[in-house]
Every structure is written in C-alpha cells, then in structure tokens.
C-alpha cells in the first residue's frame, strides 16, 4: 500500500516553488536518474540470474566468475542507492547500512584468503599419515596412512609440502603473474588455454628455487641414498591437496617423474609444481569448482620400485561395490604402462575371501601370442596376496580402493598409492530391461565390441584425434576417437560426447575421467580408426559396446542426464554461501509496513526496494514540485475509462494540450503502452458475463464487483490504475479486487537498458486455484521467452537486452494476459479445464504477436 | 548510436588497450590508448577525448587517484572504470568519485561500447 499512501501523503508535503523553466530541467534531472537506476537495476537483475543459473546449470565457473559477478552486482546496487537518494532529494540515505552489512558478509566470503608460507618444507613418509593431509596432500597422507598405520609395505622417501610449494611461488613472486595469464582464460579457446598453460608451466620450471628449499631436498635425499649401495633413483609424485578426495579424481592429471637421478631432483621437482597449470589440469579444476589458489603441489620423494611385475588392484569390481571379487590389472615392469592406458595388461577377478583363488583371468594379448601365453605376471599366491591387501584397504579407509602396486625383482609388494574407488560405473543406473525389447529396432551397428569403461549413450560427429594438432581442432559435442587412452586427452572430455578408442581399459586415467564427466566411453573398439570417418554423425552405446551410424533416438532418450561436477566442490559451496545474501527476495510487498531500508536483508532486497521507491518518487515529482493534479490524465476510449496516464518525459504528441484533463490514444506516443494497450483490447472478454468494450477499464471493474466471479471480493478497491510513460518507457500498476499486477518496460537506445518486466501477485480465490493460475502464466510466459520467478503465489518475469521489436510483442502477451488472468480465475478449479484455456490462450498470442527474433 | 566519439583507453595492458583500441577504430570511433595515468592526463587536457575507459591498476598512480584527478578538473568528462580485478571498495569508491560506471575484464566489445555510448549520452546536459 505505501506505493498509494505515499502518492497521498505527497499532497501535504512542503511544495518548493519552481518556475516553468526550472521546473522542467529539474524534471528532466530527476528522470534522467531514474532511467540510469532501471539501467543498474536491469544489470543488477541480469547479474543475480547468472549466479543463480551458475548453481544449478551444471556448467563450469571458476571463483572469478563468484567474486567478478558478486563485485559488478554490488556496484551497480551501490548505484542505484545513490540515483534514489538523488531523485528522493536526499532521502532514503539509511540504505547505507544494510548495504554495507550485505556487502560486508559477500566481500569476507569472496576473498583471496593467502595461506602462509610457515611450517616444514619436508616430511619423511615414516611421520606421515593422514592427519598430515593439509601438509602432504592426500596422496601422500594416505600412503604415509598405509606404511604407518596398516603395516604394508610402501617405498621409503619424503614429501615435499605444500608450505614449500607456497614458498617457492612466493620466493620468486610468480603468482601475480599467473593470476594475470589465468585472468578471463576461455576454456573454449583450446589454442589459448594450450598457449597459457605451456606458458605459466614455464615461468615455474625456470624460476630458480629458493637455495634453503633446495639444500633440504638434497639433505634428505642424501639420508635415503645412505641406505642403498646403488645410485639412488626416486620417483617424485605429485600429490596435490583435494587430489584424491572420494568423489574428485585429478586422475593423471598431475606429473611422476620415474627414475630421476640425483642432479635432476631440484628440476623434477618444479616441473611437477609446474604440472598444477597443465591445460587439462585447469579445465579440470574450473569443471569440479576448484579454485586454483587452494589446490597446492605437494610432491612425493620415493625411491623407485624396480617392478618386476606391476599394476592396479581394485578392491572391488568398478560396476559392482558388492563384488565378492577384486580385480587386479598386472603388466610386466613399471605401473605406468597399466595407468597411463598405453600397455597390454592382464586381468584377474580373485576372490575377496580367504584363501583368496582365482575366479577369471584374462590375458591381454592375443590368444594365438603362445609367447605370451606362457608367461603369467602374477602366481598364484601373489594374487591372493593382493586381493587379502585390497580388502584390508577398504575396511581400513572404509571405502572400496583404487590401489596401484608393484612386485620388485626380488619378489616383495609395495604398495604405490591408494585412494577410493570414485565415482564407480554402478552409481549410474543398472543396464535396463527396457534394452532388450527394443534391441530387435535398433539398425545394424558400424561397431560392436571393446569394453564399456564409462556407461551412457552419446551421439556426436566422430574425430579422430592423433596429435595435439587435432587437439586444437576437436569440435564440441563430437565423439573421440583414438588409438590409446593417453591422459592428455583428458582435456577434451568437456567438450566429447562420447569416447571410442582402440585400445586401453578401465583402469586408464582417461576412463576415470570419463565416469567422472558422465561421457560414456567404449575401450578397446578395434577397426575404430578405420571404420569411423571423421565428421560421420554416430551414436555410440558405450553400455552395449555398440556404435551406430546415424542418431537413434531410442537409444539417446535412455542416456542419463550428466552429473552435475559443480555439486560439493569449494567454488560451488562458496557461491551457495553468497546466495544467501543476494537472491532471497524478502520485500515482496510494497503495501506492507516492513517494507523499509531496515528489512532489507539480501541485494534483491535492496534492488526491489530502490525501484519501488524510485517509482514512486517519479509519481511524485509533480505533487512535490507544484505541478497541479492535472499531471494525470484520464484515459479516453469511447468514453472516460479507469486509467490515468502521467508523462514523465516525451510520451504525449507535442501538439497535446497540457491543460487538458483528458487524453486519448491518438496523443499516445509511448511505444510500450501502446504495445501493452494492444494487447489488453484484441481479444474480447470471452468468459461470462458478457461485457462490452466501451469503457475498458469497466470491464475489469465489473468483473472485480461482480460476485459470481469471486465471492471473496466484497468492494473493489477504488484505486486508480496509473501508466507512468515516456516514448520509450511505461510502467503500469494495476490492482484489481485483490490481484497485483505491475508492467514495466524500457526500450532504449543501447540493448543494456532494454527489458520488460511483470509482476504478480495475489487475488483472492482459494489457494489451489490461486497456484494453477500462477502454474499456467509461468508456462505461458517461459514459452515466450520470460525468465519466471515463482514463489507461492506471487510471480515474476522478465526479459533483458533484447531488441526493442521483440520486446514490444512481449508487452502485447503481457496485456493480454492482465485482462484474461481474471477470466482464467474462474476456470481453474480444474486442470483439465485448465488445459483447455491455455490452447486457447496460446491460439489467442500466436495471433496476437509478429513472430521476431531475439537479436 | 553515435559512432564518432573520441575515446582514451588508460590501461597499462598494451595487447589489450592495442587490441581494443584497434577494434574500436575499425567500428569508426576515434581511440586513442595511454599506458600510464600521466600520459592519460596529458591527453585529456589537450582537450581530445569525449569518454575515458580507465583501468583501476596503472604502474605511476592507482587509479581511483587518478579517477579523483580526472573528475576534479574534468567534472563532466564521463570515465569508465574497467578491470580485471573484481573489488567491491574500489568499486564503490570510483563511483563516489564520479565513475559513470565499473566493469571488469574480460568484457566483450560489444558491451563496452554501449557502456562508452551511455556514458557518453549520460554525461550530456539532460533533455538535449
């Protein structure tokens, strides 16, 4: 109600005498701060939908979109406190306060914090488990948790901490530098993001290390290398913090240097520091919401495990957590050849049980390779070994492991890492009956075979991918094929639909990545490359192990929707934090005494509050400065109708008589009233009772009087119903019986300043009546383009930047829709009924508007 | 839109104030570009430039000292604040001083100049 007791109470304010002249600039003044509020309050609405859509989209952001986007809103709020409080002369300055403690809260949450540079630059794996997480990343805390706390046995060496990672960036003062070349990065851009990344991995590999860093690494390489009469060789594992936490593989993300020598440690070990900025790495963290200044490079020390015999050992089968069985992947020599995808393995399924016998094994290589044949990597006992330690993992993490281990040439097991299974195939839902019927349909497909390694259907172009040439040229949505699964592709898995590959199998980085994404991929397709010409639409059924030419639609519409990455990663929980000091709209009511700068408890708040009152200061001005009340005009259509029209600037024709107490359409030059005015009047009242046209506003009247349409109305409100124009501008308030609606529409020179706008709310039928009222504006509204808002029974919609054509066709819904919803009122006591209405209602707009296109 | 204005773009960015100087350029503004906030200050009283595009970091000054400069002998000259590094103080305080608005990097041309545009229009006495 304060829209109305304001304008009331305005006639008995202190009128400061103008003359004419005076009183048109100061006019003009006060409308040109108006019109740059509605520009803030458009960039501001616009600003909280992209934070908004950011949680739930599923899309990619970084902190800097959180902290740009935040930072631009609270601005441009800023602005709009400052327009009101010059348009109010002043008042409305108490706004401050709840500004600065909203932004105060968003700013404490946005950001940089530094971690310091304190604390041990090295730990020996003998004081490390996984309390020492945040010094060793968890890679390593849970190696140290195996050697320490289970017993087994695990290489000796030390970790290089994230405290000496942090000094050595500070040292050199790098990270200024690599904010600037990360600054505003499009993923997209694959040329850029291979340009940046190389370039950032650079200016780290060069930068000198800081000499104490460098005297305690070989310090303590010295220790190891006491122990063992041969030249020590370590591997240097990265082990980033957050790396192998249970939901987030980085997944061959990182760098291991194998066999680094003495020399080369130091060197080695900013190379790995360096391999945090690797392209894949930073899509990775940007996809899964990581901020690039939590994640820190803490690097593993070992000395290396001469394998004789080395692999993967999953506790239990990837598609099944209840398998009574572990797998083991084994492949003569280093792990690195099971990991990396590039090497023939063989697989066994052992028993989880005691004495732990082989229940399946299957050789890699060709069955007619009798070479092969004859060698076994892994005995009996030693895969029973295996499968003993891969249970006593699980129930010491708690979680089924993913676990890499290798066999020395003297025959004793170390274990090389251990971390949770992730995100297993059997998350996704479980291979459907609904298949087999539907099997018989389906064409003859290009390909069958291979291993799914990544469950799903993707349909896309196919691309062969041999270089990192073809890298640069991978389109988006295309389907990967490849020869081998190398971890460097793993940077195209956000732009893949799918992945083919002719070799490779489930334990390969690449798979894990693409469980991760929820990209279905097919490992160990032979005749892929030669069978799949670039550019050839396919759809591939990763859970089938069958590529098909052509899209098969059956097949896609069983496709599971992707996961959302974003969902629990710091980024992701950060901006959910700031949410709740921006978007909840509190102030939803302007009639209501709480609708004051001291309720303003969120940005959306603020934003609803200044444009309110700034509406109201326009109305205002007139009264406040000495206009008489003839400001208003009283709209003329056959005969005097209930709305009144205010100018603000240039909405009537020059040749209008400003004397007049009247106006009729013709001195109308309001684009967007006449838009809103069209729609209102091309269709008839169709519903009961019948109503003429005459007077339009009656119409609405009547039926708001009339008690058979809501018997809850006993007297309709005498409110005026008031267009607030400009040739570019209309703001319209109507309130009918108990219904609230507001139109406002801005169609500028520039697309920043355009949108429409509506809000409703209210009317006095029965809840259930009230919401599918409500339900079917917001079908109707989202169909045209609107962005809806709905909460309870109250709604809002808008459209922003777009062309001034488009727009004005919106504005013809809207009025339509004004007078309908009354008669839509009387239908909804059924949904049935309520279809029948919306076709109609559809019909009626398809008609109504000039299809235009958005710009 | 008015496509012939003059603008001064002060950023210590070169790629970036040579790129989207040149693309400006190419739309039929007239643009200049000035590396440090002395440089911009000399262009600007030379009398030249209708809307400045100012960065918030510059090597010589910071540049809402530079912003409170530019206002203080050229209350009506309409100045941009553009950055890449989002803060809401700074922010605020540009605007305090008379930014006619703040944007960050990376801002797509498109915007900008209509930014440049409605500053620029924003910026003319009101209601001619």
New interface residues.
Partial sequence: MSFYFDRLTSFFRTKPRLKPAEL??AF??H??EFR?LL?ANNNALELMAELEQALTAGHSFGM?FV??N???L??NI??MI?HLTRLADGRYVELDHPFRTI?RE??QL?AIRSLSTEGEVILSMKEIDVTKVDQVGEKMANLGEVKNRVGLRTPDGFVITAAAARKFIATSDLQVEIN?RL??L?LDNLEELYTVSAGIQSLISNAPLPTELEEAILAHHRQLAADSDEELLVALRSSALGEDSSNVSFAGQYRTQLNVSREFVGQAYKEIVAGKYKSQAIVYRQQRGYRNLDVHMCVGCLRMVNGAVSGVLYSRAPDNPRSPFVIIQAAPGLASAVVDGSGVTDQFRVSRTPPHPILHRQSGVEENDSAAISRRTLTDDQAAELAAIGVRLEEHFGTPQDIEWSIDQSGLLYILQSRPLGRSLSEEPPETSEYKPMAADLPEPLLIGGACVSRGVGYGPAFKVRSSLDLLRFPKGAVLVIETPYPEWASLLNRAAAVVSETGQMAAHLATVAREFGVPAIFGMKQAKATLANDTLITVDATAGKVYAGRIEPLLALAAPKPNLMVGSPVYKILTQALVHITPLNLTDPASPYFRPDSCKTLHDLTRFCHEKAVVEMFNFGERYGFDDKTAKQLVVDAPSQWWVIDLDDGFTPDFDPESRYIDLGHIVSLPMLAIWQGMTAFPWAGPPPVSLGGFGSIIFQSTRNPHLDPAVRSAMAAKNYFLISKNYCNLNVRLGYHFALVEANLG?????NYVSFQFKGGAADENRRLLRIRLISDILSEFGFRVEQKVDAMTARIEKKPGAFLLERLKILGYLLIHTRQIDMVMADEGMAAGYRRKIMTDLHTLIIPTTEG | ?ATDLKILLIDDESDFVETTCKRLIRRGYSAKTALTCADGLTIIASGWPEVVVLDVMLPDRDGVDCLREIKEKWPTLPVILLT?H????T??H??EYGASD?????IDLE?LV??I??AH??SQK??I
């Fill in positions: 048109q600039a003009r003044g409308y040109k740059a520009t800097a902290r740009g935040c930072t631009a609270s601005v800023y602005k400052q932004t968003l700013e946005i600037r600054k505003g499009d020179e520039f697309l920043t300043e | 839109m890449g989002a803060c809401m103080q922010g605020m540009g605007l703040y944007c960050l990097k990376p915007t209509e930014k545009a409605i229009r924003e009101p209601g």
